[in-house]
Antibody
Framework: EVQLVESGGGLVQPGGSLRLSCAASGLAVNYNNMIWVRQAPGKGLEWVSAMTRDGDTRYVDSVKGRFTISRDNSKNTLSLQMNNLRPEDSAIYHC????????WGQGTLVTVSS | QAVVTQEPSLTVSPGGTVTLTCGSSTGAVTSGHYPHWFQQKPGQVPRTLIYDTNNKHSWTPARFSGSLLGGKAALTLSGAQPEDEADYYCLLFYGGAYVFGTGTKVTVL
């Protein structure tokens, strides 16, 4: 059974940083295309970042230069380092796999507010 | 980055058929966009229905099917049930980056 479990969310002031983690079981993060997705309250889904099987990384324009996606193959985890956070980054953040099937984690809430 | 467009809302009668579409601002959607379809009910995590155009997960009800139709990705619901009332999102792959569609609210009425 595939499980993705996010952690690391919380309340942070504008300009602050958070590091989200996604612990995977039942699949290998380095054998899958992995993405981070966010959803602000009452809004649609927004793709944030991706890491392909080959290690290629991509970002939505609004987070380029502020967010960094990475993975730790030994721990089978995906991470998202978020710096210089803005109020508009507030959302539930999910990790998901999108290769030969698609699985989602439950998400972690990020609130950026003073 | 591309804009992916879906119908804002659709209504289907119980037992009826409805087709949702997913178009790309860059041109025709192809299998190379690896279209995915997700269902989200209020307060719930999105659930994958279709991946890679027309592949189903073990939990995907048989009444859902995916295809390419007229230059768009399509999700067809045949024999709608009340529990199918939800928001539906498509996701397209653009050479490493991804874009979600704007979402379709399906009402079964």
């Amino acid at each position: 059974e595939v499980q993705l479990v996010e952690s690391g969310g919380g309340l942070v002031q504008p300009g602050g940083s958070l590091r989200l983690s996604c612990a995977a079981s039942g699949l290998a993060v380095n054998y899958n295309n992995m993405i981070w997705v966010r959803q602000a309250p009452g809004k649609g889904l927004e793709w944030v970042s991706a890491m392909t099987r080959d290690g290629d990384t991509r970002y939505v324009d609004s987070v380029k230069g502020r967010f960094t996606i990475s993975r730790d193959n030994s721990k089978n985890t995906l991470s998202l380092q978020m710096n210089n956070l803005r109020p508009e980054d507030s959302a539930i953040y999910h990790c998901a796999s999108v290769y030969g099937g698609s699985y989602w984690g439950q998400g972690t809430l990020v609130t950026v507010s003073s | 980055q591309a804009v992916v467009t879906q119908e804002p809302s659709l209504t289907v009668s119980p037992g009826g058929t409805v087709t949702l579409t997913c178009g790309s601002s860059t041109g025709a959607v192809t299998s190379g966009h690896y279209p995915h379809w997700f269902q989200q009910k209020p307060g719930q995590v999105p659930r994958t229905l279709i991946y890679d155009t027309n592949n189903k997960h073990s939990w995907t009800p048989a009444r859902f099917s995916g295809s390419l139709l007229g230059g768009k990705a399509a999700l067809t619901l045949s024999g709608a049930q009340p529990e199918d009332e939800a928001d539906y999102y498509c996701l397209l792959f653009y050479g490493g980056a991804y874009v979600f569609g704007t979402g379709t609210k399906v009402t079964v009425l």
